[in-house]
């Protein structure tokens, strides 16, 4: 019987885990109980049921009937009203998903005012300001207009804002984390509407409205950076926008906070100093440790966390395929770290092909369990060197005030009959 850890686990040069066949093989048969699949009885289907006859064939397809999964919306006073806002959000279940693209029905929704229901006919876009030529759009224009596609997460600001001053052992991943999301947006890049516009030289602020009864609006700084990636969206995973996600038109501003991706977008307009709307003065600005409000802090810092196991599942002793997802706003995810004992030591997680700039990186890394109490974490690195805090620097460097752009490492704990808890750390 194998127990040792090392024994089940290659190491290639580097010292990396690697996932393999001989791995999982030895780790599954060596322990007990850990898997439902057993040897063919026979050399025959005897193991397997019979062919079934099938249903008609649709316009759509739905999900399997055994296949439950679904967002939660929280909000207004309920069992679990952790939004401190009035605002409505539904999350993602990251612990039942695969791979790092959420269905476009499961993509996280944020909506301050509902989902209004806009008629794509009457629906207009109209871009004015410091420009030379103010336009108005609608989204046949844009369609006619080149486009690209980009898969990149969208994150709510709020994401993770349950740990920040205690942790409910009974919440899930999804409770934790499910207000980010990853899809494939198409649309027009802000730089072609803005040399369409001509936008005049020393317009450096955007601001961009949505069409809902919210009136959220907010400016945006245009860096090289933003005028380079942020784009009109139409497209979401390969069909129009879901209504809850903006349709027909949203803007996609990849690495930043999600509340500058305007829904509905009726407004874009240029100037040169920021408008201070309520949704950047009132919302949406962080409390620092001294008391002051930190304004246009807008982007998405490195963050990461453990899909599978998570809170309240139930683990056996033996093989575990621990996975999750890691993403940062700053660009790609180039290393996911995975701690079995408590962010003592720390392995190499395998990072699934391709991890993208600003999307969702997919992680896994075999692991046998002893059935010893423990905890598990994950760190992420990216490409320009950020390294995921762990909580107890994040709260020195930020301090306990703040509410929003929490990112610290998010540690599950297992108890000895395996049951997975949220816990600080
Ligand atoms: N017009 C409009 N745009 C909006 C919002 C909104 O309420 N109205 N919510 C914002 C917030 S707070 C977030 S986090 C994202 C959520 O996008 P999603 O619902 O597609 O996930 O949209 C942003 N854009
Ligand atoms: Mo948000």
């Known amino acids: 019987m194998i127990t040792q850890d090392d024994d089940v686990v290659d190491r290639d040069g580097a010292g990396k885990r690697r996932l393999s066949r001989r791995n999982f093989i030895a780790a599954s048969t060596g322990l007990a109980g850990s898997l439902v699949a057993g040897r063919a009885a026979a050399d025959s289907l005897a193991d397997v049921p019979p062919r079934e006859v099938g249903a008609d064939l649709s316009g759509r397809s739905e999900r399997s009937q055994y296949v439950k999964i679904s967002r939660i919306p ?149 860096t090289d950076e933003i005028l380079n990636e942020a784009f009109i969206a139409y497209g979401q995973n390969g069909e129009p926008l879901r209504p809850a996600h903006g349709f027909p038109m949203r803007l996609v501003m990849p690495g930043f906070e999600g509340n500058l991706n305007i829904k509905w977008l009726r407004r874009l307009k240029f100037g040169d100093r920021p408008w201070m709307t309520r949704w950047e003065t009132a919302r949406y600005t962080q409390l620092q440790a001294d008391g002051k409000a930190e304004q246009f802090q807008l982007r998405m810092d490195t963050n990461s966390v453990i899909t599978s196991p998570s809170g309240t599942m139930v683990i056996k002793p033996g093989y575990q395929r621990i996975t999750g997802l890691a993403w940062s706003g700053h660009g790609k995810i180039t290393r996911v770290e995975i701690s079995t004992d408590g962010a003592k030591t720390w392995q190499d997680a395998q990072l699934n092909s391709p991890a993208l700039p600003k999307a969702q990186s997919r992680f896994q890394m075999d692991w046998v369990w002893d059935g010893k109490p423990t905890k598990i974490v994950s760190r992420s690195t990216d490409d ?30 297992i108890d000895e009959t395996g049951r997975v808890r949220n816990v600080l750390d």
Request: aromatic share 8%; glycine share 8%.
């Open 74 to 222: 929280e909000a207004t006073p309920g069992k679990r009203n952790i939004d401190p806002s009035d605002a409505i959000n539904s999350k993602t279940p990251l612990d039942k998903l695969f791979g790092s693209i959420t269905p476009s029905d499961l993509h996280y929704e944020r909506s301050h005012s509902g989902v209004p229901d806009l008629d794509p006919a009457k629906h207009r876009l109209l871009v004015h300001g410091m420009v030379k030529k103010p336009l108005v759009f609608n989204v046949e224009d844009l369609k006619a207009m080149p486009s690209i596609s980009r898969t990149v997460f969208i994150e709510c600001t709020g994401n993770g804002w349950e740990n920040w001053k205690k942790a409910d052992p009974d919440l899930t991943v999804q409770n934790t984390h499910g207000l980010v999301s990853t899809n494939e947006w198409t649309g027009v890049p802000l730089k072609f509407i803005v040399d369409l516009i001509g936008k005049e030289r020393d317009s450096n602020w955007m601001l961009a409205e949505g069409g809902d009864a919210a009136g959220v609006a907010r400016s945006i700084p245009l």
């Open 384 to 413: 320009k060197g950020n390294l995921q805090p762990d909580r107890k620097s994040f709260i020195a460097v930020t301090g306990s005030n703040a509410l929003f752009h929490y990112n610290a490492q998010q540690t599950w704990s």
